[in-house]
C-alpha cells in the first residue's frame, strides 16, 4: 500500500469508467480533472459529475501499488515473480485435486472487451466454463426474457433513433441519476419537445421530475401492472392488428389469459392508481412510436425474466419493435457490461453468446484457439459462491467485489473463508480482497488501452491518460502473463489491438471488425459484411432469432420471495447520482464525497409516524439477515410500505439485509424486496 501515487498525465481521447452510456473523457490539465470530448455518444462533449471525477480514484492513498500475499495470516508485500507464482500454484493444486470445475472466475464489466476474453479463455483453456460477471446481477434476466423473444438481449434501438418516439415508458430505471447523459442529451430534449415521460418507479426521483405520468408501483408488483396495461389495450382497442398478425403468434391464448384480470384489483394488488394506469396504456397505445426502457427495477427480483416477458408483451401488441424511436431498451450498467457478455465471460455462451453446448460453435471457435473449450455450462455467479468450499476451491476474481455487491453478505463472507485459494486483481484492498491469498494491483481506466461496448451495442477505444503508479501493471499484461504459465495455450500477444482483432474471428457480432478501424468514432454489432459501422434498429423484418415472428407470453403475478409480516417494510435498493455500485470509485473522490457523503434510508412520512421516526433520527434496519444503522430520510418521495437504500457504501452494508432468492432461470438475486423492519436505534 502507498500514500498518494505520483502520477504523469498526457491526455489523450478515452471512454468514462463508469456507466454504460460510454461517454468520451480526457484529462484536462488545467482542471486536473475529466473532460468531455466531441465522443460518438456525448457529441458536444458533455459529462455527469462521474465523468469529471474520474481521474480521482487512482490518485487516492489507498491505492494498491505492489503485490500483496498472504504469510502467517496477514498481508505482505511480494515481487511480482512470487505473487504470480504463488497463482499458479493455488489454482493448480484446487484444479488437480478436484478438477477444473472446482476453480471460480469472477469477470469484470468494469474491465475491457480484450481483458475479459482474455479472462474467459484462461478458464476454458484450464477446462471449464465457470466463469461469470456481474451482468449476472444487473440485467441477466433482461436478456433471458429478450435473446428468448427477439434473439438478441441488448437494446433493441439506438440512441440517435429513441427521441423520435412519441412516448417514453421507462420501467425500473431512472435514467435522469444512472444515464445521466442519455437522459438529458437524448430523452431531456425529446420531452421538451412533447414526448409524453411514463415512469414506472416507487420513487418519486429525478426522473420521475420530468414524467408525465408516475405509476409508483409497490416493489415486486410489477407484474400485475403490466398485465393491467396489457388489458386496458385489449378493452380499448389499441392493439396493432397488422403487427400482431405479421410478427406474433399465441394472441388467442395470451387474450385468454388476460380473462380474469381485472384493472382495477391489479392496479391495487400494485399500488397504483386505476385511472393513471389507463392513462398510461392509452398513451403508449395511442403513440404512433413508443420507446420502453427497463432497468433493475424490473430485472432484480426473482420473478425478473417474466417482468421483462410482461414488458415484451406489450411492445408486441402496439407494434412497438423494429422501427425507430420505438423497442425495448435495456440500459446497461458499467462501460463495459455489453462487452465482458459479448466476448464470452458468461458460463453457458462463448464469445458471441453461441452456446457451449453447441458443438459446431465449439469446433469453430477450437479452429482458432487449439484446444476445444468444454462443453458442460458452468455455474453464475452467486451460484459459484454459495459452492465455495463445496464443489468449488479456488477463484480468481478480477475487478469485482462480490464481498460487497452479492446479496446476504454473512452467508458470502462465510463462503470467502470455505475457499482454499483466492487470487484478487484489483486496485485498492476490497471487502472480497480481504480474503484472499494473493492481491494483484491493477491499471485504473485510465492507465489503460482497449475497447468497451457501450448500451446501445457501440465499440469504441480507451487509451491511457495515466502513468501506473509504483509497481501496478496493466490488467492485460497480468492476465496476459497468468495465461502462459496456468495454461498450455500462448497468451503471447502484442496488445489488445491483437487480442481483438483475434476475437472478432471468434464472436460472430463482432466479425469484420477491425480495432485499428475503430479509431475515435465506434463500430456497432451485429456487422454484417459490407457494413460502415453497423446495424441500428434490430428486428425490422425479422427477430434476431430468424424467425419473422414471435410469441405473445402470458405470465402470471409471483409474489415476492420474503413474505411481509406485521409491522414489517419492503426494502429496495438501487443507486444515486453521485455514487457507483460498490462504492469503489466514487467513495475515492473527494469531489462525488462532497456532493453526497452517508446512505440515508428513504422512508414514507406515514411509516416513520407509525414508528416514531423523526426525519433525520438513526435508525435500525434489520431482519434475520442482518441489520444495519442509516439515518432516516423522511418523505413521500418513496410509496408507503415500501423504504430505500443504495449499496454504495461499505459500512454498513446494504446488502446484509438482501436474500438468497434467485430467478430460476436468469439467476439474478431478489436486490429489490427485502422484508425488514424499521425502528430508531436506542
Ligand atoms: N450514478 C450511478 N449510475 C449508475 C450506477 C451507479 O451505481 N450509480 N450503476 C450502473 C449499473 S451497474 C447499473 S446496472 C445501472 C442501473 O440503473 P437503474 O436500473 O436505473 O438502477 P437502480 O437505481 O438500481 O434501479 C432503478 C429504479 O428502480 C426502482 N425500483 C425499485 N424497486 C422496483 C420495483 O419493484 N419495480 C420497479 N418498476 N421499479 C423499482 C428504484 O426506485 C430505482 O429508481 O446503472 C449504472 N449507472
Ligand atoms: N443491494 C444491491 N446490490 C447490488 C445491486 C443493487 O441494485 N442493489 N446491483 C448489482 C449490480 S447491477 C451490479 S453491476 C453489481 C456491481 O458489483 P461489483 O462489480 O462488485 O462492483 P463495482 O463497484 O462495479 O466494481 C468492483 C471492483 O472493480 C474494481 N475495478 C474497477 N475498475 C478496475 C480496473 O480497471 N481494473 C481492476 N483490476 N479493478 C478495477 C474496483 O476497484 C472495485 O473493487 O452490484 C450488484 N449489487
Ligand atoms: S453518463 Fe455515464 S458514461 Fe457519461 S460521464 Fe456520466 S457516468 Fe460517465
Ligand atoms: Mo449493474
Not at 476445444?372 to 459452492?387: A, F, I, Q, R, Y
Request: proline share 6%; glycine share 8%.
Amino acid at each position: 500500500m502507498s500514500d498518494a501515487p505520483e502520477r504523469a498525465y498526457e491526455p489523450r481521447k478515452s471512454i468514462c469508467p463508469f456507466c454504460g452510456v460510454g461517454c468520451g473523457v480526457v484529462y484536462n490539465h488545467e482542471t486536473g480533472k475529466g473532460t468531455g470530448w466531441e465522443a460518438p455518444v456525448n457529441t458536444r462533449g458533455e459529462l455527469c459529475p462521474k465523468g469529471v471525477a474520474a481521474f480521482e480514484p487512482g490518485e487516492h492513498e489507498d491505492r494498491l501499488t505492489q503485490p500483496l500475499v498472504r504469510e502467517n495470516g496477514q498481508f505482505v508485500t511480494a515481487p511480482w515473480e512470487e505473487a504470480i507464482a504463488r497463482v499458479v500454484e493455488g489454482l493448480e493444486a484446487a484444479r488437480e485435486t478436484h478438477g477444473p470445475e472446482s476453480l471460480a472466475f469472477f469477470s469484470s464489466s468494469n474491465c475491457t472487451n480484450e481483458e475479459n476474453y482474455l479472462f474467459q479463455k484462461i478458464a476454458r483453456a484450464l477446462g471449464t466454463n465457470n466463469v461469470d460477471n456481474c451482468a449476472r446481477l444487473c440485467h441477466s434476466s433482461t436478456v433471458t426474457a429478450m435473446a428468448e423473444r427477439f434473439g438478441a438481449g441488448a437494446m433493441t434501438n439506438t440512441l440517435e433513433d429513441i427521441p423520435e418516439a412519441d412516448v417514453f415508458l421507462v420501467t425500473g430505471a431512472n435514467p435522469a441519476e444512472q444515464h445521466p447523459v442519455i437522459f438529458n442529451s437524448y430523452l431531456g430534449p425529446a420531452i421538451q419537445d412533447g414526448t409524453t415521460l411514463i415512469h414506472v418507479d416507487p420513487r418519486d426521483n429525478k426522473t420521475t421530475n420530468a414524467a408525465d405520468i408516475h405509476l409508483p408501483v409497490s416493489p415486486g408488483y410489477d407484474i400485475p401492472l403490466l398485465n393491467a396495461l396489457a388489458k386496458v389495450l385489449l378493452e380499448e382497442d389499441l392493439v396493432e392488428d397488422s403487427f400482431v398478425a405479421e410478427r406474433t403468434t399465441r394472441f388467442e391464448e395470451f387474450v385468454d389469459s388476460l380473462a380474469d384480470v381485472d384493472v382495477e384489483a391489479n392496479a391495487d394488488l400494485a399500488g397504483v392508481d386505476p385511472e393513471k394506469l389507463r392513462a398510461a396504456a392509452r398513451a403508449y397505445g395511442e403513440a404512433d412510436r413508443a420507446a420502453a426502457f427497463t432497468g433493475m427495477g424490473m430485472s432484480q427480483h426473482h420473478c425478473g425474466t417474466d417482468n421483462v416477458r410482461a414488458l415484451l408483451n406489450l411492445a408486441l401488441l402496439t407494434g412497438n419493435v423494429g422501427k425507430r424511436g420505438t423497442g425495448v431498451n435495456p440500459l446497461r450498467g458499467q462501460n463495459n457490461v455489453q462487452g465482458a457478455n459479448d466476448v464470452g465471460a458468461r458460463p453457458a455462451d462463448l464469445p458471441g453468446y453461441e452456446s457451449v453446448t453447441d458443438e459446431a460453435a465449439r469446433e469453430r471457435v477450437a479452429a482458432v484457439w487449439g484446444f476445444e473449450p468444454p462443453s458442460t455450462p458452468g455455474l453464475t455467479e452467486v451460484e459459484l459462491t454459495h459452492e465455495f468450499g463445496d464443489s468449488v476451491h479456488a477463484a480468481f476474481v478480477f475487478a469485482e467485489n462480490p464481498g460487497l455487491t452479492e446479496p446476504n453478505l454473512n452467508r458470502v463472507r462465510r463462503e470467502f473463508d470455505e475457499l482454499d485459494f483466492l487470487v484478487v486483481q484489483d486496485l485498492f484492498m476490497t471487502e472480497t480482497a480481504e480474503h484472499a491469498d494473493v492481491i494483484l494491483p491493477g491499471s485504473t481506466w485510465a492507465e489503460k488501452a482497449g475497447s468497451v461496448t457501450n448500451t446501445d451495442r457501440q465499440v469504441m477505444r480507451m487509451r491511457p491518460n495515466a502513468s501506473l503508479p509504483g509497481d501496478a501493471r496493466r490488467d492485460l499484461d497480468i492476465l496476459r502473463e497468468i495465461g502462459e504459465r496456468l495454461t498450455d495455450v500462448s497468451f503471447d500477444y502484442d496488445g489488445p489491438g491483437e487480442v481483438f482483432d483475434e476475437m472478432t474471428t471468434v464472436n460472430p457480432l463482432y466479425e469484420g471488425m477491425a480495432y485499428a478501424d475503430i479509431g475515435e468514432g465506434s463500430l456497432r454489432w451485429p456487422f454484417p459484411a459490407g457494413a460502415d459501422d453497423g446495424v441500428g434498429v434490430l428486428h425490422e423484418d425479422t427477430f434476431a432469432t430468424g424467425d419473422r415472428t414471435t410469441p405473445l407470453l402470458p405470465v402470471e403475478h409471483v409474489p415476492p420471495a420474503d413474505d411481509l409480516g406485521e409491522g414489517e417494510l419492503a426494502l429496495t435498493t438501487g443507486r444515486v447520482l453521485q455514487h457507483f455500485n460498490s462504492g469503489a470509485f466514487s467513495r475515492r473522490s473527494e469531489t462525488l464525497v462532497r456532493m453526497r457523503g452517508e446512505d440515508v434510508l428513504e422512508m414514507h412520512p406515514a411509516d416513520a409516524d407509525d414508528r416514531g421516526i423523526e426525519d433525520g433520527e438513526r435508525v435500525a434496519v434489520e431482519n434475520d439477515r442482518g441489520l444495519v444503522e442509516v439515518a432516516a430520510a423522511v418523505s413521500p418521495i418513496i410509496t408507503q410500505g415500501s423504504v430505500f437504500l443504495t449499496f454504495h457504501y461499505s459500512d454498513p452494508a446494504t446488502n446484509d439485509l438482501t436474500g438468497d432468492a434467485l430467478d430460476p432461470e436468469a439467476k439474478i438475486p431478489e436486490y429489490k424486496h427485502s422484508a425488514v423492519t424499521v425502528r430508531p436505534v436506542e
